[in-house]
């Protein structure tokens, strides 16, 4: 079963609806007369924002004509991005049944429900038919997921031959410590962390073919930075939802993620394979 460590873990997170509609009124944009790219760089809850949209997309060979899916879809910022530049039809996967209903509401805010569809369910079971895509996406989204191997298998069914899936996520490196894997998945909720390694062997017993993998370790690093700074400038607005102690130690636990991404323990990498 899902692990409600999960779910707890995004009951509180910083990045929410709320917090969406609140930056657009600061900009003096009313929410119900906002447009797709007034959420682009508001609602991407992943490191690189549209351009690592976009790159996700290259390697999925996404289309006009493409049925997509993304997995772990969280708020769904990726999915409409997705639909709105490139024109493509989008199904997203999300576990957290707030976060689904949030993204459906942020979707038909900007008018992309004919081509952004929700579904609240588990990523190790995906409730879609047997070649239902052309391709899969997920941005740090399998972090989440304890058997990585069920949900690329999952992947692997609903694509069609051919068919790409393309993904980022954070990856283990060898001087990671069992201690830091452990308070990574108490605070953040992230398991069974893999190594780059460990996703290759795992995407080619899914039956994957073709697989690439980029190291981006280099590239978030300064992109982590950022985010931190910006949790901590949400001070207020987050205080005032979650309390000051959870502000407190969800900064500091990723301020404990930035200093071991920044010491070589812990890394991103993009990884793509074919059907």
């Known amino acids: 079963m899902p692990s409600t460590r999960v779910v707890d873990f995004y009951d509180r997170h910083p990045i929410d609806e709320g917090q969406i509609l609140d930056a657009l009124r600061r900009r003096g944009v009313e929410p119900a007369q906002a447009r797709p790219d007034d959420l682009f760089d508001l609602d991407q809850d992943h490191y690189g924002g549209p351009a690592a949209v976009q790159a996700l ?9 493409s049925r997509v899916l993304d997995v772990c879809a969280g708020l769904a910022g990726p999915a409409r991005f ?3 530049t490139i024109g493509c ?7 957290h049944p707030g976060r689904a209903a949030a993204a459906r509401r942020l979707t ?3 008018g992309l429900e004919k081509q952004v569809a929700v579904t609240q369910g588990d990523a190790t079971a995906l409730p879609f038919g047997a070649g239902a895509f052309d391709a899969c996406i997920s941005e740090e989204g399998l972090l989440h997921v ?3 191997a069920a949900v690329l298998a999952e992947c692997h069914r609903v694509l069609r031959p051919g068919g790409r899936l393309a993904f980022t996520d954070w990856v283990a490196l060898p001087r990671l410590a069992d201690r830091e894997r452990t308070r990574l998945w108490e605070w953040m909720a992230a398991t069974t962390l893999q190594t780059s390694d460990g996703y290759r062997a795992r995407l080619g017993r899914a039956g994957f073919g073709a697989i690439a993998v980029e190291d981006l370790s280099h590239e978030w690093r300064p992109v982590l930075a950022a985010r931190l700074q910006m949790y901590r400038a949400l001070a207020p607005a987050t205080i005032a939802r979650f309390g000051e102690r959870w502000h407190r130690e969800y900064t500091d636990v990723y301020a404990f993620f930035v200093a071991l991404v920044e010491a070589g323990k812990l890394g991103g990498a993009r ?3 074919t059907r």
């Open 271 to 273: 990884f793509s394979a």
């Open 82 to 84: 997705l639909a709105a």
């Open 108 to 110: 038909r805010l900007v």
């Open 57 to 65: 997309a290259r390697r999925a060979a996404v289309g006009p004509a």
């Open 89 to 95: 039809r989008v199904v997203g996967l999300e576990l």
């Open 146 to 148: 304890p058997d990585k």
